[in-house]
């Protein structure tokens, strides 16, 4: 009754501007209470008697009947939110027609209402994901629930007939980092019916993975290992094989910068940077007092392309960013249920972050003598310590640097400890410089430093030697704070979130060969009766026949 009086945009800009509950227990409290009272009126039509139970349904098929009697695929708004929908029906399937009813809400308002708890069965993610994919695939007026999460792979590109047909290619240094690239595969290209495979150029060492994601066709060049020696390696060789590519994307984990910005946003594990740009932070000069790098125009990497700047420009936009966002944590969803061994949720590790002056030694004096004698950031630690967990070490927890976002996510999840459910964790995008290096940072002095002078946020191996092979962008998931804490915990989610970026990624990026095939049974049937002589509407025909000349 309140809500009803009051005017729509007092309430629902509260909602979307803040989508929280201010007292998770008192809501869950009076949520269930909103349950059992719907479940006493369920009772009592069911106690009545059998005229009005009659009536009741009467109503229901009346209303029923009046939506499936409109022709085509028109939608019937019923209220202000909810919306049916008939879709066409199939001729193999008689007279039969699908009616969807579903919500007409906003990305901001789906994600409050995901939120709040007000979908029903939230913790089943196959419930949501069908209703996401149903309202996808009706706002598109496509009749398939293939792939529900895929909007890109409503139609698979046509599988290229030469090596000179693939435009993108992503590179690899990790099996990890490949593993989570292949899952967010629609398709994979094997052999053709002549059992014939794509192969390589003569003398071309590298080994190749061909496939499509949405309606790119894309090849994965795997690493033989980390580095820019291998990177640039692999490229070189790329190029040759695959001649026409005009995209490569450098996707796997990286390190990351905590804090950075002047309003110091934050990155925590799991997050995704993508590449503006790159420097070499192990490329300068060393002095005796001091490394410095080498920034000259003829030194430095150059800046991406005009092309690809204003792209990365767009997906910064508040809208696309949040697009990204969203449609990553969707395909993340996906990598993690069906690759659960090797993309799954780090559940029970925590994201910590340590001052830069707390190394990571063994704690107990008592247990190693070099790191009792330990007692500042140039002095050396134990083999064993480099090697260990901080629980095997005894890391104090006490130190560890609070960071806003955490206690965000505990608000949601009920928990303090992020990533102990991982169907409510939403990776943030994160836009910055890459510093890349045949140099692993695990310093946390040395990354604030470097973040300091070249205004990286993202630490990694190979990026610089693919930059001035082909047109590049770095996409990473960030698994440690490229400090001496480093955990592999978090590898696998990272990498898979990731590869989800870069499925999400793919969707702004054009390219020059978009050849697709339709999907569904119904367009592919469609399609084949478009390019048959018997088809009756000769003009409409794909392959018109041509008017014969009259000859006398």
């Given at each position: 009754?309140?809500?009803?009086?009051?005017?729509?945009?007092?309430?629902?800009?509260?909602?979307?501007?803040?989508?929280?509950?201010?007292?998770?227990?008192?809501?869950?409290?009076?949520?269930?209470?909103?349950?059992?009272?719907?479940?006493?009126?369920?009772?009592?039509?069911?106690?009545?008697?059998?005229?009005?139970?009659?009536?009741?349904?009467?109503?229901?098929?009346?209303?029923?009947?009046?939506?499936?009697?409109?022709?085509?695929?028109?939608?019937?708004?019923?209220?202000?939110?909810?919306?049916?929908?008939?879709?066409?029906?199939?001729?193999?399937?008689?007279?039969?027609?699908?009616?969807?009813?579903?919500?007409?809400?906003?990305?901001?308002?789906?994600?409050?209402?995901?939120?709040?708890?007000?979908?029903?069965?939230?913790?089943?993610?196959?419930?949501?994901?069908?209703?996401?994919?149903?309202?996808?695939?009706?706002?598109?007026?496509?009749?398939?629930?293939?792939?529900?999460?895929?909007?890109?792979?409503?139609?698979?590109?046509?599988?290229?007939?030469?090596?000179?047909?693939?435009?993108?290619?992503?590179?690899?240094?990790?099996?990890?980092?490949?593993?989570?690239?292949?899952?967010?595969?629609?398709?994979?290209?094997?052999?053709?019916?002549?059992?014939?495979?794509?192969?390589?150029?003569?003398?071309?060492?590298?080994?190749?993975?061909?496939?499509?994601?949405?309606?790119?066709?894309?090849?994965?060049?795997?690493?033989?290992?980390?580095?820019?020696?291998?990177?640039?390696?692999?490229?070189?060789?790329?190029?040759?094989?695959?001649?026409?590519?005009?995209?490569?994307?450098?996707?796997?984990?990286?390190?990351?910068?905590?804090?950075?910005?002047?309003?110091?946003?934050?990155?925590?594990?799991?997050?995704?940077?993508?590449?503006?740009?790159?420097?070499?932070?192990?490329?300068?000069?060393?002095?005796?007092?001091?490394?410095?790098?080498?920034?000259?125009?003829?030194?430095?990497?150059?800046?991406?392309?005009?092309?690809?700047?204003?792209?990365?420009?767009?997906?910064?936009?508040?809208?696309?960013?949040?697009?990204?966002?969203?449609?990553?944590?969707?395909?993340?969803?996906?990598?993690?249920?069906?690759?659960?061994?090797?993309?799954?949720h780090p559940e029970g590790l925590h994201d910590n972050l340590f001052p830069p002056n707390y190394r990571h030694k063994h704690q107990d004096r008592s247990r190693c003598t070099i790191c009792a004698a330990c007692n500042g950031n140039s002095d050396p630690v134990c083999d064993v310590a480099l090697g260990s967990t901080c629980k095997e070490l005894k890391c104090d927890l006490q130190p560890s640097l609070l960071r806003r976002r955490l206690d965000e996510v505990s608000i949601v999840d009920g928990k303090k400890l992020v990533g102990s459910n991982s169907q409510t964790l939403f990776p943030m995008i994160h836009f910055g410089t890459f510093a890349s290096g045949d140099m692993v940072v695990k310093s946390a002095e040395f990354r604030d430093q470097l973040a300091?002078?070249?205004?990286?946020?993202?630490?990694?191996?190979?990026?610089?030697?693919?930059?001035?092979?082909?047109?590049?962008?770095?996409?990473?998931?960030?698994?440690?704070?490229?400090?001496?804490?480093?955990?592999?915990?978090?590898?696998?989610?990272?990498?898979?979130?990731?590869?989800?970026?870069?499925?999400?990624?793919?969707?702004?990026?054009?390219?020059?060969?978009?050849?697709?095939?339709?999907?569904?049974?119904?367009?592919?049937?469609?399609?084949?009766?478009?390019?048959?002589?018997?088809?009756?509407?000769?003009?409409?025909?794909?392959?018109?026949?041509?008017?014969?000349?009259?000859?006398?």
């Amino acid at each position: 009754m309140l809500s009803a009086s009051l005017p729509h945009d007092a309430w629902c800009n509260a909602l979307s501007t803040t989508p929280r509950p201010q007292n998770l227990e008192l809501y869950r409290w009076a949520q269930n209470l909103g349950w059992i009272a719907f479940g006493t009126q369920v009772m009592s039509l069911g106690m009545t008697c059998l005229l009005v139970q009659l009536l009741v349904v009467m109503i229901m098929c009346v209303s029923t009947v009046l939506v499936v009697g409109q022709t085509g695929s028109v939608e019937h708004p019923v209220g202000s939110k909810l919306v049916l929908t008939q879709v066409e029906a199939d001729p193999n399937e008689g007279f039969r027609t699908a009616v969807y009813a579903r919500l007409w809400l906003t990305e901001t308002e789906e994600e409050s209402m995901l939120i709040w708890g007000l979908f029903p069965q939230r913790s089943n993610i196959g419930w949501w994901e069908r209703y996401r994919g149903r309202v996808h695939n009706l706002r598109s007026n496509m009749q398939t629930e293939e792939n529900p999460y895929n909007n890109m792979s409503q139609k698979r590109p046509l599988r290229p007939k030469s090596r000179g047909e693939f435009e993108i290619a992503i590179i690899c240094a990790l099996p990890i980092e490949a593993n989570a690239v292949l899952g967010v595969f629609d398709h994979h290209w094997k052999e053709n019916e002549d059992g014939q495979s794509f192969g390589k150029a003569e003398n071309d060492p590298n080994a190749y993975s061909n496939g499509a994601i949405g309606r790119h066709n894309v090849v994965l060049a795997h690493l033989p290992g980390p580095g820019k020696v291998a990177a640039a390696t692999t490229a070189a060789y790329c190029s040759v094989s695959y001649p026409d590519i005009r995209l490569a994307l450098v996707v796997g984990t990286c390190g990351g910068t905590p804090l950075y910005g002047k309003g110091k946003r934050e990155i925590l594990l799991g997050d995704v940077v993508i590449s503006t740009g790159v420097v070499q932070h192990d490329f300068g000069r060393r002095f005796p007092d001091e490394f410095t790098l080498k920034e000259t125009l003829q030194d430095s990497l150059g800046r991406p392309s005009l092309e690809l700047r204003s792209l990365v420009g767009k997906l910064e936009t508040k809208i696309y960013h949040e697009k990204v966002r969203i449609a990553t944590h969707n395909h993340l969803q996906q990598v993690v249920k069906e690759r659960k061994i090797l993309a799954r949720h780090p559940e029970g590790l925590h994201d910590n972050l340590f001052p830069p002056n707390y190394r990571h030694k063994h704690q107990d004096r008592s247990r190693c003598t070099i790191c009792a004698a330990c007692n500042g950031n140039s002095d050396p630690v134990c083999d064993v310590a480099l090697g260990s967990t901080c629980k095997e070490l005894k890391c104090d927890l006490q130190p560890s640097l609070l960071r806003r976002r955490l206690d965000e996510v505990s608000i949601v999840d009920g928990k303090k400890l992020v990533g102990s459910n991982s169907q409510t964790l939403f990776p943030m995008i994160h836009f910055g410089t890459f510093a890349s290096g045949d140099m692993v940072v695990k310093s946390a002095e040395f990354r604030d430093q470097l973040a300091t002078s070249t205004g990286a946020i993202g630490f990694e191996m190979e990026s610089a030697g693919v930059w001035e092979i082909f047109q590049t962008v770095v996409i990473k998931g960030v698994s440690n704070y490229a400090d001496c804490h480093n955990n592999d915990g978090w590898q696998g989610f990272a990498a898979a979130s990731a590869a989800a970026c870069t499925k999400a990624f793919l969707k702004y990026w054009n390219s020059t060969k978009q050849d697709t095939r339709p999907e569904t049974e119904g367009q592919k049937r469609r399609e084949a009766s478009l390019n048959s002589p018997s088809f009756t509407e000769v003009n409409q025909r794909n392959n018109p026949t041509p008017p014969a000349s009259i000859t006398f």
